[in-house]
């Protein structure tokens, strides 16, 4: 029994496939020139008028007259369908607009042909029951009815079938050329009929629920047979390869307390892609072919953002020695050095070329759209590759060239670098993400730790539950923002070797079994402006990044950074080494790109959330169009999780970091600058500087301290060093009592 039901879904399958095929192909003419398809679409609309003149007898003439003759005596009435069909053609050829609408499917032309038939039959059948065989042959003539085609059409079915039969063939027929019609539009045809039901299907659950108590489970919408999946023991082939990871979850089946997906904008259906591909096509034809580059478009991928045109490179002929001629293929990179000219020829840049596209035997030419659409966020949230993530730090990055949504697990990074010049969209793209995580976690759940030292893009999220403190603003608090999470991470570490595990899932698992220990939540640190900080502390900022992303994944702790200048002393070789998930967003050389993605491409972004992701599973970075989130949106969710917080998770006024960074330089360095100046007279910054080993902002704040302690004296101006007031007989306990932030008794 296992053998037919195999074999059952493998013909499903394979009807399938053929089904899917035919309803993706798109009916296009042969490649004309722009003065050719105009002069053919002329002489098109010429034809119709003229054998619509001659239909109509409203012109007298030899030619005209025989020919709608011979179309009368043919088709009967349908050669006034055909005349119009023919004027459709030429007007599509002529009007660029109506040949983008116009473009059915070959099954939508075989409803059309289908239904002409079933016409001109339908209007000679009477003839053939009333007249016979010999009279309805005399109507044809005549040019009524069904014409020729008709008469014959009809005495086959009537005479050799009979009239019942012939009758139900051709509803049968009637039927199978309106489904063929509509197939293109049966799915938002099929959505708008469903939209009514779904509201009485919800208001009958509310009112079973007011009255019973419990709802009503919804109907399972039935599923095409051709789009069943196999039978247990067969394989689906499909053209695409598509990894499922588990059955995606609806945003309306969520956890209580979270919020509602209707706080973000609705998501709104837009079409993308180019108005004159086609033209498109044989421009980028032409001109590889008149370098000397045969090329033809093989694919065509069209996203919000460019449009992606799959160029399958073709054959030289070389002489070798002897004479003989040889098939050459043409070389990627001939193709890769002509972008400047194919960005003339299109009279559009900047153009991208990806030599290939990784999994496919193409090479990859990236066209800008004349119009840029827009990506929301709740339309990428709402998509099945989101909701596939089974994970609450999975974050919305946009969609690509395709137009396919893209989304990733921060966890799996598990950290992000991000890069960018000012106005690419860099902030909006760390929104984003920030609503993402808003969106799927509670307070209990995940804690954040924002850095925004612009002062104008994360200071709306202030005193929302997540925070573990105030956004953090003063770049003279970052050091100490850092070092207590870093100290957060150490605690976490010493408890998860006293309970035996591994990772901070594990020790929310044992935590939830015991219920004598609390878990843990997430804790992602965001910082909007590397840059800023690595000119103020350099050696902490960098030491604290380090060994956060080296170690804070197994804790649950997670960096997103961000920064305006990618260059070697803000992005430093040891943040670089351990982020390996990147994202930048246009930039302003290829020496940054080379910094960022360590590859050039990003000097060729359009802004405006067009970003290069790299992932830390592929070689090369995929395009995407980033999402957009706008500030009502945020203001709506940062809204809603401070009307569900309670005192008790209220953010505190003095973050749990104030005084760590004084408190830290003082423990490591305070005591080895006090050995340093005794015995001496005069002591200066950069002497400081040079025997510890550190940068000149800290080596200063030192000096600060000094003075506040009264060692040293102040700072005389123009490179003079500062006097040393008491340099020998240090009490490092007194030193210790009065610190931090006391005056010298």
């Keep these: 029994m296992a053998r037919p039901r195999g074999r059952k879904a493998r013909q499903a399958s394979g009807v399938a496939a053929a089904w899917d095929r035919v309803r993706g192909w798109q009916f296009s003419l042969p490649t004309l020139g722009p003065m050719q398809r105009d002069l053919l679409g002329l002489l ?26 011979a179309l009368r005596r043919a088709l009967g009435w349908g050669a006034f369908a055909v005349a119009l069909g023919v004027g459709l053609l030429g007007l599509r050829l002529l009007w660029d607009e109506l040949a983008r609408k116009l473009s059915p499917s070959p099954a939508a032309w075989v409803g059309v042909e289908l239904l002409l038939l079933v016409a001109l039959v339908a209007s000679h059948v009477p003839a053939l029951l009333e007249l016979g065989v010999d009279g309805a042959l005399v109507v044809a003539e005549q040019g009524r009815g069904g014409g020729a085609v008709g008469w014959a059409l009809g005495t086959l079915l009537v005479e050799g079938l009979g009239t019942a039969l012939a009758v139900t063939i051709l509803a049968a027929a009637f039927f199978l050329a309106l489904y063929l019609l509509l197939a293109p539009a049966w799915p938002d045809l099929q959505g708008l009929a469903q939209q009514p039901a779904r509201r009485v299907v919800a208001l009958f659950n509310r009112l079973w629920v007011r009255t019973q108590g419990s709802p009503v489970p919804p109907d399972v919408p039935e599923v095409p047979w051709w789009e069943q999946d196999p039978e247990p023991g067969t394989v689906k082939k499909s053209a695409k390869p598509r990894k499922r990871t588990r059955k995606p979850r609806s945003p309306e089946s969520r956890d209580d307390g979270l919020p509602s997906i209707d706080l973000l904008d609705a998501a709104s259906t837009q079409a993308y892609g180019d108005t004159d591909v086609r033209r498109k096509v044989q421009i980028i034809e032409e001109t590889l072919l008149s370098f000397g580059v045969p090329a033809k478009v093989v694919e065509i991928n069209q996203g919000p953002t460019v449009t992606q045109f799959g160029l399958d490179p073709g054959y030289i002929e070389r002489r070798v020695a002897g004479g003989e001629v040889r098939q050459q293929r043409v070389r990627v990179a001939r193709i890769a050095n002509l972008v400047n000219d194919l960005a003339l020829a299109l009279s559009a840049a900047p153009l991208r070329i990806e030599a290939p596209v990784p999994g496919r035997p193409v090479v990859g030419l990236e066209v800008p759209n004349e119009k840029v659409s827009l990506v929301s966020l709740r339309r990428v949230i709402e998509s099945r590759e989101f909701q596939e993530i089974d994970s609450r730090l999975a974050i919305a990055l946009g969609e690509d060239v395709s137009g396919h949504p893209a989304a990733v697990d921060l966890a799996q990074m598990p950290h992000l670098l991000i890069a960018g010049a000012t106005g690419s969209g860099k902030s909006v793209c760390i929104n984003a993400i920030v609503c993402c995580l808003l969106f799927n976690n509670s307070p209990a759940d995940l804690k954040m730790l924002m850095v925004d030292p612009k002062m104008v893009e994360l200071v709306g999220y202030n005193d929302i539950p997540h925070l573990v403190g105030p956004v953090v603003v003063d770049v003279e608090q970052v050091v100490g923002a850092l070092s207590w999470v870093t100290r957060q991470m150490d605690v976490r570490y010493k408890l998860f070797h006293q309970a035996g595990v591994r990772n901070l899932e594990q020790y929310n698992l044992r935590a939830i079994r015991r219920k004598d220990e609390e878990p843990l939540p997430t804790l992602v640190v965001i910082v909007d402006e590397l840059a800023d900080l690595m000119m103020v502390a350099p050696d902490e900022v960098e030491r604290h990044i380090t060994r956060l992303a080296q170690m804070g994944r197994a804790t649950g702790i997670h960096l997103v950074i961000a920064t305006q200048r990618p260059s070697v002393d803000v992005v430093t070789g040891l943040i670089k080494a351990n982020f390996p998930a990147r994202i930048s967003f246009a930039v302003t050389s290829q020496v940054d790109s080379r910094v960022i993605l360590d590859q050039v491409g990003a000097e060729s972004l359009l802004g405006r959330g067009d970003m290069l992701f790299m992932e830390p599973q592929r070689a090369a970075p995929i395009r995407l169009q980033g999402c957009f989130v706008s500030d009502q949106e945020i203001n709506r969710l940062s809204d809603f999780w401070r009307k569900e917080q309670v005192s008790e998770e209220q953010p505190h006024l003095f973050p749990p ?89």
């Design 44 to 69: 098109l609309i010429i034809l119709a008028i003229l054998t619509l003149l001659g239909l109509a007898r409203a012109s007298s003439g030899a030619v005209l007259a025989w020919w709608a003759t």
């Design 657 to 745: 970091w104030a005084g760590l960074a004084d408190e830290e330089e003082s423990d490591e360095l305070l005591e080895q600058a006090l050995d340093l100046i005794q015995g001496r007279s005069t002591v200066s910054t950069s002497f400081v500087q040079r025997q510890l080993r550190i940068g000149f902002p800290r080596a200063a704040r030192l000096m600060e301290q000094l003075e506040e302690q009264g060692f040293v004296g102040p700072d005389l101006g123009a490179g003079r060093g500062r006097k040393v007031l008491r340099g020998s007989g240090i009490d490092f306990d007194e030193i210790d009592e009065r610190l931090p932030g006391q005056e010298p008794g």
